[in-house]
């Protein structure tokens, strides 16, 4: 009956009605309650610093009060505040990923990037998969150049949020880097699947196939990048870039310094548009607009090593010897302050807490000029030690100086805390570094964020050659070994090592790794050029190919014409021989080697009467202007010998031969004047000397050929050791010890020699560096 009574449908109109009135009644309430959260967050969010400063006093609990405050502290530049506010809110509610990424952000900003590291740290332990934290975790390591651990989170990001594009380009660009250009360009293709319209994307996709040597793809993407991005200057370099490492003719540089002008167009001060510009002009051997932006390019970057290092180029091919040294003198020195500088940041990475290390690199920067990264870390010693009267005081001097710079903004936001990646004194390997787009920041780190990145060849090729040009030549090998291990067409990076290995005797090795940088760089005439004083007399018909080319590219190089010629003469090829020593003097007019070689030429072919007169001007002309140079006077003993007067000419040879014993024709020459004069005891001496030296260089050069058929054999490597002792190159002669005891460890005899020229040379105090030599041996043995 009840159950039939409350059915029933008089009731249940009633109740219906019941029902509208109190929906009619809560509607409000509910509205109210409903839209209340999003009313105090508008109200926060427009709240003044004095209100919320208020509120927060009368909510200490409220986060969100804290979280706001944050916010306005940030936007006034107060990032100490901003930083207790964050994590204030951060503290009460565990929860909020927005608050506690803006803690390690301001963390950041004021230099406490260890706090804002376990900041992330401690909110991933909790929230494992938030995206943001690992993305944000990732900048950090890379800013801090822990790019293997930035990898690591950035993989981690793209696991807990597979459609974030930017993520994806972050796991390529540290791919690229790593060494891992297979990933990179998956990762890049994801990005660009993700958002095909974002420029960074393609530009980011276009280096990872110019990576893996897809030329033709990576000008699809920089192509693509530039119709989407017209106004973005690094888009248009990007595309001038590639265009001029792929360019073979006039016509394809002119297309890539096109883009690159469009660059610059868009951005006056671009450094790396004009660095390209003016290598795209040397391209070409147009030396005077090379040179012309070159010198500009370095009134714009005076700390840039590598505009000094091309600059340097350009004056050493237009024959401004004094500025071509000054030039390699500043790539030196910058070099050397980039590698400083690194040092004492992975000092600082190691031992967070040393102020001393902070302080030193500090002092470092400003007095190179780096101020915006010495007030950093000046700031940096500030947030850990507030009365430190020294840092205070240097930095308040720093700051009324420079007042006008600011300091980079150090903030976990993709904008500010991509690191880009540089360029050391080579060529254009900079592929990541203007995909970001923060071109300042990159400009500022040109040097010190590839000397940074220890997984990639080219990073390896740039901290090596910094080494080299600071002097530490094994630290250098190592280094640059690895790189070439890593890359074997990097032509610089082979190229100082050839120039190592020709140092220490092995001109063999010298010319296989030049062989390669040809190869790698087949328009680059110093490199024939090297080449060619590598195969030297081992080799005379294909040292006359690598001379030949080296003068076919730059024709006007008085030097290349000079060993050509000599190198034409060895074989036999008269006519081209004269030719290119005339030419050679007509360049150099005042050149004492291009004299006395043309000088000496003339008495060796064909000498009639016209000709050793003519010999005569040019080697009195050379004399006056270099008096103490032994082929001259070889050269005037000859002429005396030839015009009869043996007593004139033996007071030359006897000159050449006290400054230099272990020339072999000069010892003969000697002999024919003793015997002239009647002499003949000396004669069979100065004879006897000349025949020797002669056997050892015949047997030198058969015992090398031979290791070239047999390198494992360790006889031949003992026999070389001794040829090589006997000359006096010590430092090749332990390195042939060496490889013989590589190959037949158990050798009594290779080790008691070796033993024993060691120590005379430590007597001496001539002992080379064996860890250098060392390193040699394997790196040889390696290739092998």
Same mark, same amino acid.
């Given at each position: 009956?009840? /159950?039939?009574?409350?059915?029933?449908?008089?009731?249940?109109?009633?109740?219906?009605?019941?029902?509208?009135?109190?929906?009619?009644?809560?509607?409000?309430?509910?509205?109210?309650?409903?839209?209340?959260?999003?009313?105090?967050?508008?109200?926060?969010?427009?709240?003044?610093?004095?209100? %919320?400063?208020?509120?927060?006093?009368?909510?200490?609990?409220?986060?969100?009060?804290? &979280?706001?405050?944050?916010?306005?502290?940030?936007?006034?530049?107060?990032?100490?505040?901003?930083?207790?506010?964050?994590?204030?809110?951060?503290?009460?509610?565990?929860?909020?990923?927005?608050?506690?990424? #803006?803690?390690?952000?301001?963390?950041?900003?004021?230099?406490?990037?260890?706090?804002?590291?376990?900041?992330? =740290?401690?909110?991933?332990?909790?929230?494992?998969?938030?995206?943001?934290?690992?993305?944000?975790?990732?900048?950090?390591?890379?800013?801090?150049?822990?790019?293997?651990?930035?990898?690591?989170?950035?993989? *981690?990001?793209?696991?807990?949020?597979?459609?974030?594009?930017?993520?994806?380009?972050?796991?390529?660009?540290?791919?690229?880097?790593?060494?891992?250009?297979?990933?990179?360009?998956?990762?890049?293709?994801?990005?660009?699947?993700?958002?095909?319209?974002?420029?960074?994307?393609?530009?980011?996709?276009?280096?990872?196939?110019?990576?893996?040597?897809?030329?033709?793809?990576?000008?699809?993407?920089?192509?693509?990048?530039?119709?989407? @991005?017209?106004?973005?200057?690094?888009?248009?370099?990007?595309?001038?870039?590639?265009?001029?490492?792929?360019?073979?003719?006039?016509?394809?540089?002119?297309?890539?310094?096109?883009?690159?002008?469009?660059?610059?167009?868009?951005?006056?001060?671009?450094?790396?548009?004009?660095?390209?510009?003016?290598?795209?002009?040397?391209?070409?051997?147009? +030396?005077?607009?090379?040179?012309?932006?070159?010198?500009?390019?370095?009134?714009?970057?005076?700390?840039?090593?590598?505009?000094?290092?091309?600059?340097?180029?350009?004056?050493?091919?237009?024959?401004?010897?004094?500025?071509?040294?000054?030039?390699?003198?500043?790539?030196?020195?910058?070099?050397?302050?980039?590698?400083?500088?690194?040092?004492?940041?992975?000092?600082?990475?190691?031992?967070?807490?040393?102020?001393?290390?902070?302080?030193?690199?500090?002092?470092?920067?400003? $007095?190179?000029?780096?101020?915006?990264? $010495?007030? &950093?870390?000046?700031?940096?010693?500030?947030?850990? *030690?507030?009365?430190?009267?020294?840092?205070?005081?240097?930095?308040?001097?720093?700051?009324?100086?420079?007042?006008?710079?600011?300091?980079?903004?150090? /903030?976990?936001?993709?904008?500010?805390?991509?690191?880009?990646?540089?360029?050391?004194?080579?060529?254009?390997?900079?592929?990541?570094?203007?995909?970001?787009?923060?071109?300042?920041?990159?400009? =500022?780190?040109?040097?010190?964020?590839?000397?940074?990145?220890?997984?990639?060849?080219?990073?390896?090729?740039?901290?090596?050659?910094?080494?080299?040009?600071?002097?530490?030549?094994? !630290?250098? /090998?190592?280094?640059?070994?690895?790189?070439?291990?890593?890359?074997?067409?990097?032509?610089? @990076?082979? &190229?100082?090592?050839?120039?190592?290995?020709?140092?220490?005797?092995?001109?063999?090795?010298? $010319?296989?790794?030049?062989?390669?940088?040809?190869?790698?760089?087949?328009?680059?005439?110093?490199? +024939?050029?090297? %080449?060619?004083?590598?195969?030297?007399?081992?080799?005379?018909? =294909? $040292?006359?190919?690598?001379?030949?080319?080296?003068?076919?590219?730059?024709?006007?190089?008085? #030097?290349?014409?000079? !060993?050509?010629?000599?190198?034409?003469?060895?074989?036999?090829?008269?006519?081209?021989?004269?030719?290119?020593?005339?030419?050679?003097?007509?360049?150099?007019?005042?050149?004492?080697?291009?004299?006395?070689?043309?000088?000496?030429?003339?008495?060796?072919?064909?000498?009639?009467?016209?000709?050793?007169?003519?010999?005569?001007?040019?080697?009195?002309?050379?004399?006056?202007? *270099?008096?103490?140079?032994?082929?001259?006077?070889?050269?005037?003993?000859?002429?005396?010998?030839?015009?009869?007067?043996?007593?004139?000419?033996?007071?030359?040879?006897?000159?050449?031969?006290?400054?230099?014993?272990?020339?072999?024709?000069? +010892?003969?020459?000697?002999?024919?004047?003793?015997?002239?004069?009647?002499?003949?005891?000396?004669?069979?001496?100065?004879?006897?000397?000349?025949?020797?030296?002669?056997?050892?260089?015949?047997?030198?050069?058969?015992?090398?050929?031979?290791?070239?058929?047999?390198?494992?054999?360790?006889?031949?490597?003992?026999?070389?050791?001794?040829?090589?002792?006997?000359?006096?190159?010590?430092? =090749?002669?332990?390195?042939?010890?060496?490889?013989?005891?590589?190959?037949?460890?158990?050798?009594?005899?290779?080790?008691?020699?070796?033993?024993?020229?060691?120590?005379?040379?430590?007597?001496?105090?001539?002992?080379?560096?064996?860890?250098?030599?060392?390193?040699?041996?394997?790196?040889?043995?390696?290739?092998?």
């Amino acid at each position: 009956m009840v /159950l039939r009574l409350l059915t029933s449908r008089p009731d249940r109109r009633a109740l219906g009605r019941l029902e509208i009135a109190v929906f009619i009644v809560l509607l409000p309430l509910a509205v109210y309650l409903w839209s209340a959260p999003g009313l105090a967050e508008r109200a926060l969010s427009r709240a003044s610093l004095r209100d %919320l400063i208020r509120t927060s006093q009368q909510q200490p609990d409220n986060p969100r009060v804290f &979280y706001y405050l944050g916010l306005r502290y940030q936007q006034l530049g107060d990032m100490e505040q901003a930083n207790a506010a964050f994590s204030r809110a951060a503290q009460l509610r565990v929860d909020d990923e927005k608050s506690w990424l #803006a803690w390690a952000e301001t963390s950041a900003s004021i230099g406490k990037d260890e706090d804002a590291l376990q900041i992330l =740290k401690m909110f991933l332990q909790t929230h494992p998969r938030s995206a943001p934290a690992h993305y944000a975790l990732a900048q950090l390591y890379q800013q801090n150049g822990a790019y293997k651990r930035a990898l690591e989170e950035a993989r *981690a990001a793209t696991q807990a949020n597979a459609q974030d594009p930017d993520v994806w380009r972050m796991v390529g660009e540290e791919a690229l880097r790593a060494g891992v250009p297979e990933e990179a360009e998956s990762a890049l293709r994801r990005a660009v699947e993700l958002r095909p319209a974002d420029w960074r994307n393609q530009t980011g996709l276009g280096n990872a196939l110019v990576e893996r040597k897809q030329s033709e793809a990576a000008l699809v993407c920089f192509r693509e990048a530039v119709r989407l @991005a017209p106004q973005e200057a690094v888009a248009h370099l990007c595309l001038g870039r590639a265009l001029l490492m792929a360019a073979h003719s006039d016509s394809e540089v002119e297309a890539a310094r096109q883009s690159l002008l469009q660059a610059l167009a868009l951005q006056p001060e671009m450094v790396p548009a004009y660095l390209l510009l003016g290598q795209s002009y040397a391209r070409q051997q147009r +030396w005077p607009e090379a040179r012309r932006i070159l010198e500009q390019t370095e009134r714009l970057a005076p700390r840039e090593a590598d505009v000094a290092f091309a600059l340097s180029g350009v004056y050493r091919h237009t024959g401004d010897t004094a500025r071509a040294r000054q030039e390699a003198r500043r790539f030196q020195l910058l070099s050397t302050y980039a590698l400083q500088k690194y040092d004492l940041i992975v000092r600082v990475q190691h031992l967070p807490n040393d102020l001393g290390i902070r302080l030193e690199l500090a002092r470092l920067c400003k $007095a190179h000029g780096d101020y915006s990264d $010495a007030r &950093y870390y000046y700031r940096s010693i500030l947030a850990r *030690a507030p009365n430190s009267a020294t840092a205070q005081r240097e930095l308040a001097a720093l700051e009324a100086q420079y007042a006008q710079e600011s300091h980079p903004a150090r /903030l976990l936001s993709s904008a500010s805390m991509t690191p880009m990646p540089s360029v050391t004194a080579l060529l254009q390997d900079a592929d990541n570094l203007f995909a970001q787009g923060d071109l300042e920041a990159a400009k =500022k780190a040109y040097l010190g964020v590839l000397t940074r990145d220890r997984h990639s060849a080219r990073a390896y090729q740039g901290v090596g050659l910094i080494l080299n040009a600071q002097g530490k030549v094994e !630290d250098a /090998l190592l280094f640059l070994e690895h790189a070439t291990r890593l890359a074997p067409d990097l032509p610089q @990076a082979q &190229y100082t090592l050839a120039q190592r290995y020709r140092e220490a005797g092995f001109a063999d090795e010298a $010319a296989r790794r030049m062989n390669l940088v040809v190869r790698a760089a087949p328009d680059n005439a110093a490199y +024939w050029y090297e %080449l060619g004083m590598d195969y030297g007399d081992a080799d005379s018909a =294909k $040292a006359e190919q690598a001379y030949q080319r080296a003068v076919t590219l730059v024709p006007e190089n008085a #030097a290349y014409r000079l !060993d050509l010629a000599d190198r034409q003469t060895d074989n036999s090829r008269f006519a081209d021989a004269e030719a290119n020593y005339r030419r050679a003097v007509a360049l150099a007019p005042d050149n004492a080697d291009a004299l006395s070689r043309l000088g000496g030429f003339l008495l060796s072919v064909r000498p009639t009467k016209a000709r050793q007169q003519e010999a005569r001007r040019l080697l009195e002309r050379a004399e006056a202007l *270099a008096p103490s140079n032994e082929y001259v006077w070889y050269s005037l003993g000859r002429l005396a010998m030839q015009e009869g007067n043996a007593k004139q000419a033996v007071a030359y040879f006897e000159r050449v031969v006290a400054q230099y014993p272990d020339i072999a024709d000069a +010892w003969y020459a000697l002999s024919r004047a003793y015997w002239r004069l009647g002499l003949s005891a000396r004669a069979e001496q100065a004879d006897a000397r000349s025949r020797q030296l002669r056997r050892d260089y015949l047997e030198r050069v058969h015992t090398q050929e031979l290791i070239r058929l047999r390198p494992e054999d360790p006889a031949l490597h003992l026999k070389l050791a001794h040829l090589c002792a006997k000359k006096g190159e010590n430092a =090749k002669a332990i390195l042939e010890y060496r490889l013989c005891l590589q190959y037949a460890p158990q050798n009594q005899a290779a080790h008691q020699e070796l033993t024993a020229l060691m120590a005379a040379l430590k007597a001496r105090r001539q002992l080379p560096s064996l860890s250098l030599l060392s390193n040699m041996v394997t790196a040889m043995a390696h290739a092998r």
